[in-house]
């Protein structure tokens, strides 16, 4: 019979590998002194925006993180940590995590993986500057959109022009 801590480790572990399979990005944070509400309320607004925060102890992190061949991550998990794991948009959760960490001062952002690459605490910084996917897409219908506005507007003109000319002969020949 194995001991309740080498299991509740192996649980840990296979949680953490399971969330790295199942997200394109985590971010590692720092939530030492950050009380016990503030931390549900993050957890709250991370879950908004399908994404989740997990703590676990450093060693068991650091396997695991070093099992997935992620070792330049080692470093980061210091003190008392999480890893969030992003299923969706990392812009918005960045978004959120620096609004959050701009209210509560306790909250430390560290780093992170993104699709394939090991983030640092600026790149995270520099994408909550980012719009969200759907300003980006609205911004890519308007600049597609724009050019035909144009055409149907000089076309009007001319129209009007035209309407505006045959007026002007009607007048002249009553």
């Known amino acids: 019979m194995k001991k309740i801590g080498l299991v509740f480790k192996e649980v840990s572990s296979n949680r953490i590998k399971n969330a790295i399979e199942g997200s394109e990005s985590f971010f590692v944070i720092k939530y030492s002194g950050l009380s016990s509400p503030d931390l ?47 299923k969706d948009e990392p812009v918005s959760v960045s978004k959120l995590l ?22 640092e605490k600026k790149d995270i910084l520099a994408m909550a500057k980012l719009p969200g996917k759907d300003a980006l897409r609205a911004q890519v219908v308007m600049t597609l959109n724009s050019p035909i506005v ?21 007048k002249k020949k009553q």
């Open 98 to 119: 620096c609004n959050f960490a701009k209210d509560h001062e306790k909250l430390i952002l560290e780093g992170g993986y993104l699709k394939d690459k090991i983030i």
């Open 40 to 86: 549900s309320s993050l957890r709250q607004a991370l879950k908004a925006e399908s994404a989740s925060c997990f703590v676990v102890r450093n060693k068991v992190a650091q396997k695991t993180l070093k099992d997935k061949s992620l070792d330049s991550l080692i470093k980061l998990i210091e003190g008392p940590c999480g890893l969030v794991f992003i």
């Open 150 to 170: 144009k055409l149907v507007m000089v076309l009007n003109g001319n129209l009007r022009k035209l309407v505006s000319c045959l007026d002007q002969i009607k």
